[in-house]
């Protein structure tokens, strides 16, 4: 039993590659590469009972380990979109720990080592939530961990049903579209 990672499409990888070759120019491969599906759920969506499986693809993120101790993050466009990936943008260092560190607590979670989850990437734009999804491919249910949010009642160190998740941010959502503004002042 494992945490499964889901191989990008040849030309996904290709493009990742090309893309850092132009941002850093020749480089020593990654130590660790991790490619994450992204889904995406909108206000609308969470308030009106969408389910993580349900999350609209988004593209895709792929972290990666580096030989200096350096962590990156590149995200991609999702290719049905645009019939080829395009780089989004890349980040290094610090700001992308938590999310390296929390890949790899999942892999030690209790319930990866006794089922299979595909690893996934969640984005809640609306509210400002980034999470690891883990989903089951067993009978077991989905897993969520946060890993970044503005909203403090989120635990960016918690491992969460999908069901419990869910719970915790549809109300976010609810609240949010409750006080939307048609203003064209208002973001």
């Known amino acids: 039993m494992a945490l499964l990672l889901v191989a990008p499409k040849p030309a996904v990888l290709t493009t990742y590659m090309e893309s850092l070759d132009d941002f850093f120019g020749p480089h020593k491969p990654e130590l660790q590469l991790f490619h994450m599906p992204v889904g995406a759920l909108g206000l609308e969506e969470l308030a009106n009972g969408s389910t993580l499986r ?3 693809p988004a593209g895709c993120r792929f972290i990666a380990s580096w ?8 995200e991609m466009t999702n290719p049905a979109e645009y019939g080829k990936a395009r780089f989004r943008n890349i980040v290094q260092g610090e700001p992308v720990h938590p999310h390296f560190l929390r890949i790899q607590e999942a892999q030690s979670l209790p319930a990866v080592q006794t089922g299979d989850f595909e690893l996934h990437f969640l984005s809640m734009p609306g509210l400002h939530i980034e999470a690891l999804h883990l989903v089951s491919t067993g009978p077991a249910g989905d897993l ?9 009642g989120i635990d960016t160190n918690g491992v969460l049903d999908a069901t419990a998740f869910l719970a915790q941010v549809r109300p976010m959502a609810a609240a949010r579209l409750a006080v939307a503004s048609d203003s064209s002042l208002s973001s």
């Open 54 to 56: 349900q999350a609209n």
């Open 144 to 152: 969520v961990l946060p890993v970044l949010s503005w909203d403090t």
């Open 67 to 74: 030989s200096d101790r350096d962590i990156t993050s590149c």
